[in-house]
C-alpha cells in the first residue's frame, strides 16, 4: 500500500491557475511584527478568529509550550492588531475563506488545525511535513517561501511532495 503510495509521488513546479489567490494582508505595526516573528515566522491575523486569537493572548506565559510574555502595553496592541485583521472581521477575500470553512463550534488557536488548512493539504502525506528542512506543518514559509508576505501561492520548487491521490 505504501509504496503504492508513493509511487504516485512526483515533483511540484508549479501550481494551476485554479490555485492562484491574492497575498493576506500582513502585520503593518514594527512593533508587532517584531515581536510576533522573534520564534517564527509572522503568521497573518486573517486565519484565525477573534475568538482564538483573544484565547491566545489571554495567556501568552503558556504559548504552546514557550513562554512569549509581552509587557501588558504591548500585549495589549498585538491583540489589538491581531483582533482587527482576524477571520471574522476582515473584509479580505483570503479571512471569508477562512471564516467561511470554520464550523463555529470548535475554536482552533492553531491555524494548522483550521478545516481550511486541513483542507489546503490534504493531500500532502504526513511524513512530508516531518522532514528536515520543513520540521513542522506551522513551518509554513520551508514550503511558501513568501509566507512572511502573505504569499501562500509560491510553493518552493525543490520540495518533492508526495500526494495522496
Ligand atoms: C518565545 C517564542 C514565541 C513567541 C515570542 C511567539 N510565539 Fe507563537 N509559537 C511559538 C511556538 C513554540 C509555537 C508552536 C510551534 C509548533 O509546535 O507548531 C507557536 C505557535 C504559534 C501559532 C500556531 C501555529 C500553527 O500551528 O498553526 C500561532 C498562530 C502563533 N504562534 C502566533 C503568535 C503570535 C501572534 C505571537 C506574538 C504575540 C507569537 N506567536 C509569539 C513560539 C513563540
Ligand atoms: C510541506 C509544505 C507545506 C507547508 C509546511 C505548508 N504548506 Fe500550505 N500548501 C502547500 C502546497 C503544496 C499547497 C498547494 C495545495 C494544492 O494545490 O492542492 C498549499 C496550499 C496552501 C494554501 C492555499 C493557497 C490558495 O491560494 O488557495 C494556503 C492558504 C496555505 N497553503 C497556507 C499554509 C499555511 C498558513 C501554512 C503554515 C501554517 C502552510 N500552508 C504550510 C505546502 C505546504
Given amino acids: 500500500m505504501r509504496s503504492l503510495i508513493l509511487g504516485a509521488a512526483f515533483v511540484l513546479s508549479s501550481l494551476s491557475p485554479a490555485f492562484a489567490g491574492s497575498p493576506f494582508?500582513?502585520?503593518?505595526?514594527?512593533?508587532?511584527?517584531?515581536?510576533c516573528s522573534d520564534c517564527h515566522m509572522l503568521y497573518q491575523p486573517?486565519?484565525?478568529t477573534k475568538q482564538a486569537w483573544a484565547k491566545m493572548f489571554a495567556d501568552l506565559s503558556n504559548h504552546f509550550g514557550d513562554d512569549a510574555t509581552l509587557p501588558a502595553e504591548t500585549a495589549k496592541l498585538a491583540l489589538?492588531?491581531?483582533?482587527?485583521?482576524?477571520?471574522?472581521?476582515?473584509?479580505h477575500r483570503q479571512a471569508k475563506r477562512f471564516i467561511k470553512a470554520a464550523d463555529g463550534k470548535s475554536v482552533p488557536m492553531r491555524i494548522t488545525d483550521t478545516?481550511?488548512?486541513?483542507?489546503?493539504?490534504e493531500r500532502i502525506l504526513p511524513e512530508v511535513f516531518k522532514r528536515k528542512q520543513i520540521g513542522l506543518k506551522s513551518n509554513c514559509i520551508s514550503c511558501h517561501l513568501k509566507a512572511d508576505k502573505g504569499d501562500?501561492?509560491?510553493v518552493a520548487k525543490n520540495i518533492k511532495y508526495i500526494w495522496v491521490e
Wanted: net charge negative; hydrophobic share 40%; no cysteine.
Fill in 25 to 35: 494582508p500582513t502585520i503593518s505595526d514594527p512593533v508587532v511584527r517584531a515581536e
Fill in 46 to 48: 486573517e486565519m484565525l
Fill in 80 to 91: 489589538d492588531v491581531h483582533l482587527a485583521q482576524a477571520a471574522d472581521v476582515s473584509t
Fill in 115 to 121: 478545516s481550511r488548512f486541513a483542507h489546503k493539504h
Fill in 152 to 154: 501562500y501561492d509560491f
